[in-house]
């Protein structure tokens, strides 16, 4: 029987990101991907692409957890853009109904299109409420900067150190990506379970994000956990489908690209 692996995140109908990223991804790992629907996104083409956000009411959101983890067996989760506070309650809530042995968080904080007031208050719900219920954290900088509390991460040490830090908050295991935000040749991505700190690497592929990278990462990290690899092992296939995605990535009307994660192979 193939591995199953649940995502919990936001529809971002274009495909490059959100919930269509992570069944992609999961599908490409060779796990049987269910997604929860937290919010729906539709980028706006009259207004610079603008994220206009719709969240879904939270009962459903709990009705869709309820389906899927009655219809599986799924001791592995992704969790993705919540949005509002009120998902966050809710997800919280059917996180700690269930034990599901890894809870992989992708720390959305902020998204372009949400009032800053409304994103501080999700932030900070994200932070008491789903953060204590994750096993493995994959900060971006930014996100990193925000949950380590630390003023400016600028080298690679800087980011391990914010690894440690998150690690040592919040008791999980923590991949930090650098992306194209620190300087040098390669995108490092660093690794950190308490014991070990492992610096990931491959050459950067241009110097633009591309959408969706953040959630391959995380959603890959879920697959490989979904089939038993160790968080390290799952850190690394992570990294190769991410790169892979990359450069094989889908151009659009979008001043940003997507990923791709259908040329991988393992
Ligand atoms: O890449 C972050 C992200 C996650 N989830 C959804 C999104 C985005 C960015 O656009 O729309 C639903």
Redesign the pocket.
Known sequence: MTHVALTI????TTG????Q?DLKTFHQLGTFGTAALT?I?S?DPQNDWA?RFVPVDPQVIADQIEATTAVHEIDTVKI??LGTPATIDTVAASLAERSFTNVVL?P?LI?KGQEPGAALDTDNALKEKILPLATFVTPNHFEALTLSGMDSIESVEDLAEAARRIHDTYDVIVLAKGGVVLDGPDAVDVFHDGEQTIELRSPKIGEHRV??A??TLAAAVTAELAKGASPLEAARTAKAIVTSSIEHRQPGATPFDAVYQGAYQA
């Open positions: 995140a936001g529809s971002e490059g990101a959100g919930a990223a919010c996104v980028f994220h993705g853009m992708d959305v998204c959408s969706g953040g959630c």
